[in-house]
C-alpha cells in the first residue's frame, strides 16, 4: 500500500504559480506510477498528468497540453506538478494517485490510491 498527501494548494490569484507536491510514504515510491487528476465543482474528475517511475517521461490529458509540468524525485518521494500564470478555470480540487499500471493510466478506475485532495481556488 502507499499513502498520499497533498499539499501547495490555496487562493491564488490570476497571473499566478501553481506548484503542487504529492508526498508518499508506504510500499516503495519507485514501484508505482503516479498522476495528478483535477475536479471542479459539478464537473467529473479529470485527468491532468501521469509521470512514469523514474521520471524520465511523462503523459498529459489532452485538454491540459502544454499547460502544466509534473515532475518526480524518487529520493524525496514527491510527485510536483506545476503551472504558470493561472486563471479561474484551474480553480478545482487537485488530487495524486498511485498506479500498478504497466502502461500510461487516465482514468480514476486505473489508479489504486488516492491522496485526500488540494483545493486550489483562482481569483480574477
Known amino acids: 500500500q502507499v499513502r498520499l498527501v497533498e499539499s501547495g494548494g490555496g487562493l491564488v490569484q490570476a497571473g499566478g504559480s501553481l506548484r503542487l507536491s504529492c508526498a508518499a510514504s508506504?510500499?516503495?515510491?519507485?514501484?508505482?506510477?503516479v498522476g495528478w487528476f483535477r475536479q471542479a465543482p459539478g464537473s467529473e474528475r479529470e485527468f491532468v498528468s501521469t509521470i512514469s517511475r523514474s521520471g524520465g517521461s511523462a503523459y498529459y490529458g489532452d485538454s491540459v497540453q502544454g499547460r502544466f509540468t509534473i515532475s518526480r524525485d524518487n529520493d524525496k518521494r514527491t510527485v510536483a506538478l506545476q503551472r504558470n500564470n493561472l486563471n479561474p478555470e484551474y480553480t478545482a480540487v487537485y488530487y495524486c494517485?498511485?498506479?500498478?499500471?504497466?502502461?500510461?493510466?487516465?482514468?480514476?478506475?486505473?489508479?489504486?490510491?488516492w491522496g485526500q485532495g488540494t483545493q486550489v481556488t483562482v481569483s480574477s
Open positions: 494517485a498511485a498506479s500498478k499500471s504497466t502502461g500510461w493510466a487516465t482514468k480514476p478506475y486505473d489508479y489504486d490510491f
Open positions: 508506504g510500499s516503495p515510491f519507485g514501484s508505482w506510477l
